[in-house]
């Protein structure tokens, strides 16, 4: 679990900052072994970090290589709401995006999710040095790192659907923020999914936690809903919900996974959409066939570079008796704690094969497969 | 090689056929084996294949789940250009699209390249039966099967970069048709890559290749270009070029791939850009730290299922002396074929390490990475 008080050096933390995941993929300089976040939190990019120039076609080229943006701003199907604080984009899903159920993969969504967080924090003006830092946290050379990410999808969308994804973020106690996602049918408004992930604030050279400072706070959250607002304001929900470790021995496992050169991102390590198929890649074949994914929830520890060898581990979740109705002779089987609506839940370990570290624990729900796709 | 006769079975047809790549994601009925395609072929869908209603939204829903496909229409970036003989889409490059580069990755340009060959498609009215065959083809249960696939990349998009692709079919042979793509920088127009991508005609029943009859021809040309337009016009450019077969020992093997769930298409197949990873996957790391693929060729001979076990092998390709300029004392690597500009020709095979079976045959050419991404 995430040690939430500050100034406190431990293996736990210093593995835990190797995620940082979400984010806006530029690099930093001098921080190998991090991958960056984007985060809207300064109006103006510094002018130490990016160097912004106008090309002959008049359209703004940053130092970093990623041009046209105002394009790019201007052709995209997303913008700020009405009162500046939030972030709405459609997105159309394409042929290669669908997977074996013939809607958008859990992988599309996660991506698309990473997508608008990118372009919020680049609608506000953060993007261009890669980080969307606040200059208090550049000063101090501090850094976003994911924590946790929660996605439930009640509908999966299919190819040529428009989805509308709206996004925002807020404070989350004293060291943490939170960036939530409301997934909605373009077409009629039905909301099909709804996703929240946690961040807390790292010093990149001590690795340590950090509190948000109230000038930290001051300078990003301009930006943010100033009423609490919660993509699950339910009590208790499953975003929430603390995920057991799954004890050895797994009743279901893929060993030697391997990043392949595809999942490196600029800074060679793995892209975070790699790690949620490792997840599911030790579910069991026979429930995909029946079942879809109805959330995932993944708490980040550690992040894998270009060598390393993962083990997925998947065990059945046990679920309390009053909520499940319990199939005599099936124990052991997903089939034994099938509760009511024919759901089951799963707990998932990735670690590295070399020395059973863990890279991160995840919780999934899955249900029966609507009759037609 | 592929055999250009007609009516002939050979195993290297019948293992070919498992590969129809490119094209639209959809089922077909009792086609367990086969991946499906989309082509640009009649103007009005079979009815027997795919039903049409109009939902309380007014929107299309097709019988296969695939809504909303007239307001995916209306929002997309793209339409068939003023002669209705081709179709423009500009794409906006996404955070996640990105690799270690920080430029787009060859897998994101395929699979774009794959999107707009779909939309093309569905922009005249070919898709909803997820074949986009002509009438006379669903008649006589022909479809199209890729045969090979080339792209050339002179400039890599970076995130947020507008990249307009243009794209158009032709007939190819008497057995078979083209499609063609130009890729432009939409901020100034330079054109920044190509690719073209041979299909020929196959009876589904018998996996025979047969030749495209004037009925079919007519059915489809009608949306082609009248005169000759080819991407690669020069005479015996790259696209052309015969794919030696590499050589047992190859000089770099990467063993034992698996195909992971999410590389699943629809009807459970390994999506084609799975196979583009696959083959550049046994390249040497140090060539791909210091150099960015120029262009890559595949010839397509067997789909993989998601039990197979892949072995990708690579060796460099001897270039004519007076091409290149021989490096003393550095026979057996990259180098020692490298050319004018700092170029290194590669062969590649996937084979399945089952039995040995050719999955595909490729080429590629690297060039030094720009100094500045």
């Not at 809207?40 to 943006?69: A, F």
């Not at 809607?103 to 261009?128: D, K, M, P, W, Y």
Request: charged letters at 25%; glycine letters at 6%; one cysteine or more.
């Amino acid at each position: 679990m995430l040690n939430p008080s500050c100034n406190v050096v431990s293996d736990k933390i210093q593995s835990f900052t190797q995620c940082s995941f979400w984010g806006s993929p530029k690099i930093l300089p001098n921080l190998n072994r991090r991958r960056n976040v984007s985060f809207p939190c300064s109006k103006r990019p510094d002018p130490s970090v990016s160097v912004s120039t106008t090309t002959n076609n008049g359209l703004t080229q940053t130092e970093n290589g990623s041009g046209s943006i105002g394009l790019a701003d201007r052709l995209r199907l997303g913008s700020l709401t009405e009162d500046g604080l939030s972030y709405k984009e459609n997105f159309i899903v394409r042929s290669y995006e669908v997977g074996i159920n013939k809607t958008a993969t859990v992988e599309t969504i996660a991506n698309l999710l990473q997508e608008v967080g990118c372009n919020h924090a680049q609608s506000v003006g953060f993007s261009t040095d890669g980080f969307a830092t606040t200059p208090t946290m550049r000063k101090l050379h501090l850094i976003w790192v994911t924590a946790r990410m929660h996605i439930e999808i009640y509908r999966y969308p299919a190819w040529s659907d428009v989805v509308e994804i709206e996004t925002w973020c807020q404070a989350e106690g004293k060291i943490g923020t939170r960036r939530d996602f409301i997934l909605k049918d373009y077409a009629n408004g039905e909301v099909i999914g709804r996703a929240t992930s946690k961040w807390v604030m790292m010093n990149m050279d001590t690795r340590r936690l950090e509190r948000v400072t109230p000038q930290i706070g001051k300078e990003y959250l301009i930006y943010c809903p100033k009423e609490l607002r919660l993509a699950f304001p339910e009590p208790n929900n499953n975003s929430l919900k603390k995920i057991s470790k799954l004890e050895d021995p797994a009743q279901y496992s893929k060993q030697g996974l391997v990043p392949r050169r595809g999942d490196l991102d600029m800074n060679h390590h793995v892209n975070n959409v790699t790690y949620i198929g490792w997840t599911l890649e030790s579910t069991p074949e026979e429930l995909v066939d029946t079942h879809e994914l109805r959330s995932i929830t993944l708490d980040y520890r550690r992040e894998c570079q270009r060598n390393d060898v993962v083990d997925s581990l998947t065990s059945v979740e046990p679920i309390k008796l009053n909520e499940s109705i319990l199939q005599n002779g099936a124990n052991g089987s997903p089939t034994s704690t099938r509760d009511e609506n024919d759901s089951v839940q799963f707990l998932h370990l990735l670690r590295l094969s070399a020395d059973g570290s863990e890279i991160n624990r995840g919780r999934t729900e899955w249900r029966r497969k609507p009759e037609r796709q």
